[in-house]
Nanobody, 128 residues
Framework: VQLQAFGGGLVQAGGSLRLSCAAS????????MGWFRQVPGKEREFVAG?????????????AYADSVKGRFTISRDNTKNTVYLQMNSLKPEDTAVYFC?????????????????WGQGTQVTVSS
């Protein structure tokens, strides 16, 4: 599967951005999807993940890093092969290159090694 992330940009602290990640392939709905971020000199950091299963109309399984809980929301639209990351109340420390990734495990996994496919990054810069 090929992934393409977009939607990054420059925003003031307190503002919002929505990142999108478009995936190729017809089995997108079975992948777990995640967002990670990285700043120079640091390891790639988990941001949010979403599983592939929606049980009986309930929400998809999701996971978030503590640093973004309550501010970021991950969602997916399987009809569009796209996963989103809505980022609200942005802080300067959210500045990073954001990557989307897909895992054949189908889980909302938090570890980079779990993911099988990665998109190119999109830069998010939050000014103070």
């Amino acid at each position: 599967v090929q992934l393409q992330a977009f939607g990054g940009g420059l925003v003031q602290a307190g503002g919002s951005l929505r990142l999108s990640c478009a995936a190729s392939g017809r089995t997108f709905s079975r992948y777990g999807m995640g967002w990670f971020r990285q700043v120079p000199g640091k390891e790639r950091e988990f941001v949010a993940g979403i599983g592939y299963i929606s049980w009986g109309g309930r929400d998809y399984d999701t996971a978030y890093a503590d640093s973004v809980k309550g501010r970021f929301t991950i969602s997916r639209d399987n009809t569009k092969n796209t996963v989103y990351l809505q980022m609200n109340s942005l802080k300067p420390e959210d500045t990073a290159v954001y990557f989307c990734a897909a895992t054949e495990s189908g889980r909302a996994a938090a570890t980079p090694i779990t993911y099988d496919y990665w998109g190119q990054g999109t830069q998010v810069t939050v000014s103070s």
